[in-house]
T-cell receptor, first 115, second 111 residues
Framework: DAGVTQSPTHLIKTRGQQVTLRCSPK?????VSWYQQALGQGPQFIFQ???????QRGNFPDRFSGHQFPNYSSELNVNALLLGDSALYLC??????????????FGPGTRLTVL | SQKIEQNSEALNIQEGKTATLTCNYT??????LQWYRQDPGRGPVFLLL?????KEKRKERLKVTFDTTLKQSLFHITASQPADSATYLC??????????FGKGTRLSVIA
């Protein structure tokens, strides 16, 4: 059973560019959450998708957008990249929208570097 | 506003001893707390969820306590091993609020 997978593993972009990160949830999971983790910090919640809709959103600007597909996979898009967007981007999947009572499974992350 | 603090950035202990990590919080009610382990370059791995009406929870060598008066959770690893070396994150939510993580404590178990 494949766990949560993310692609690409690493990415280097320049300021002002746009980036798309991809996530496939654990088999059987229908909820995907995205987090940003800066070096030395804990993960920070960006948003959560369930049934192809954004259900919750953290304190991130509109430059951060996402999408969930019918097969539950998800994309995170970031426009007009800033140096401060450099971080590890984590995807987590879970079953249902019962808050966080159900265990979340995290992927290995995508390391984004903005030059 | 809601805040989470993990007081120690790093903790070094001898193999075989009990490691104790602290997580303090404010303005969560009801509070549900999770502990995660994160290895370098990897995503966090869920360890335990404890609800505020549960004072203690155990899983193998792990023990988590929850004191709603002090607004504090303690995370214990007994008989620690070098393989327990990692960063440990606490995270809280209340009802349907987003999960908020602390900064983590980097534990090093020295043989």
């Amino acid at each position: 059973d494949a766990g949560v997978t993310q692609s690409p593993t690493h990415l280097i972009k320049t300021r002002g560019q746009q980036v798309t990160l991809r996530c496939s949830p654990k088999s059987g999971h229908d909820t995907v959450s995205w987090y940003q983790q800066a070096l030395g910090q804990g993960p920070q919640f960006i948003f959560q998708y369930y049934e192809e809709e954004e259900r919750q959103r953290g304190n991130f600007p509109d430059r951060f957008s996402g999408h969930q597909f019918p097969n539950y996979s998800s994309e995170l898009n970031v426009n007009a990249l800033l140096l401060g967007d450099s971080a590890l981007y984590l995807c987590a999947s879970s079953l249902g929208v019962a808050g966080y009572y159900n265990e979340q499974f995290f992927g290995p992350g995508t390391r984004l570097t903005v030059l | 506003s809601q805040k989470i603090e993990q007081n120690s950035e790093a903790l070094n202990i001898q193999e075989g001893k009990t490691a104790t990590l602290t997580c303090n919080y404010t303005n969560y009610s009801p509070a549900y707390l999770q502990w995660y382990r994160q290895d370098p370059g990897r995503g966090p791995v869920f360890l335990l969820l404890i609800r505020e009406n549960e004072k203690e929870k155990r899983k193998e060598r792990l023990k988590v306590t929850f004191d709603t008066t002090l607004k504090q959770s303690l995370f214990h690893i007994t008989a620690s091993q070098p393989a327990d070396s990692a960063t440990y994150l606490c995270a809280l939510f209340s009802g349907n609020t987003p999960l908020v993580f602390g900064k983590g404590t980097r534990l090093s178990v020295i043989a």
